[in-house]
């Protein structure tokens, strides 16, 4: 596998890094996967000690060989990010000054045909980053009824034609069940208007975005995860969140900016400490990848990077 180069690297430790400079910071890697800005961090700040989290435990024995060079410095768990708290109290800690979450689909999980993430190459319907777990694409496309399909595909692809899908999968597949993905993107492709088809690059997209979401329980874990992993932050700590769809960049959005602002009415003479509000946005709305890092890097065409620093306990 060629050496992987993480999405908007240099930004993403800048706004990490006044969090992190002091000898013996603790950085979360809530998304460790190739462990490619886990390098970067470590190697800019020698006294840094990482924790990395990843549920794909492909991912987590990359990442052991590519950090090996950084010893004890680097911790490795096998836990989606909304274990977190469980992680740290385990290790003993009750504070850290830095958490990182770069989520979505990573690029080993992509480029690994098997694995069933791409509609761009026909694979069996899989998609689970944790492989341990029982739950498949498969399993959800072939039990679920047609009602579940339609609230799936439109609530977590925000597909118009959701209703039209589903109800084109429930009779499809009892003729046959659906196991490789090139059978679904044809009947998604037939189920959507001829007009809609012409834009938006492949029509089966958002329906296999959807299906991803629903077999590892992506916003609910997300759901947890954010406000968990402000708790953790210490006073002066930072979290960065790198989001790639729209419908976790919107969650992310309301949860920081809802921690920036003042619960109690504006104009009282002193504000009491538990009210003061707990973050200071670090970037204006989402930050998005420069010309060069597009050039260099395709894969970071559709990210949005949100940041926030801990200001009071």
């Known amino acids: ?20 400079l002091d000898p013996g910071s603790i950085l979360v890697d809530a998304t460790l996967g190739l462990g490619g800005h886990a390098e970067f961090a470590l190697t800019q700040f020698p006294e840094l000690h990482v924790i990395g989290l990843d549920r794909d435990l492909d991912a987590l024995d990359h990442s052991r060989r ?62 689970r980053m944790d492989q341990s777990q029982a739950l498949t694409a498969a399993d959800v496309v072939n039990t679920y009824s047609a009602q579940e399909l339609a609230r799936i595909i439109s609530q977590f692809g925000e597909e118009r034609f959701a209703k039209r899908i589903a109800d084109r999968i429930v009779t499809a597949r009892a003729t046959a069940p659906f196991e490789n993905s090139a059978r679904l993107v044809d009947l998604v492709r037939e189920a959507i208007p001829a007009a809609t088809r012409r834009t938006g690059g492949n029509p089966a997209k958002r329906t296999f975005q959807a299906l991803r979401i629903e077999v590892n329980g992506e916003l609910a874990a997300l759901r947890t995860a954010i406000p968990a992993a402000i708790e953790a932050l210490a006073v002066g700590g930072r979290i960065v969140v790198m989001s790639y769809q729209s419908l976790e960049d919107r969650f992310v959005k309301q949860v920081l900016v809802d921690q920036t602002e003042l619960k109690v009415p504006h104009g009282l003479p002193v504000v009491p400490a538990e009210y003061q509000p707990k973050l200071r946005l670090l970037t204006r709305g989402a930050e998005t990848p420069t010309a060069q890092e597009l050039e260099e890097n395709s894969r970071s065409a559709s990210v949005r990077v949100r940041a926030a620093e801990r200001v009071a306990a």
């Open 1 to 20: 596998m060629s050496v992987h180069v993480p999405v908007m690297r240099e930004r993403v430790l800048a706004l990490l890094a006044p969090a992190i």
């Open 66 to 127: 590519r950090l090996a060079q950084f010893g004890d410095r680097v911790r490795f768990v096998h836990a989606v990010y909304d274990q977190l708290p469980e992680v740290l109290a385990e290790a003993g800690l009750s504070k850290i000054q830095g958490v990182l979450f770069d989520l979505g689909v990573s690029s080993m999980q992509l480029d690994e045909r098997d694995r069933g993430f791409s509609y761009s190459q026909d694979a069996p319907l899989d998609m």
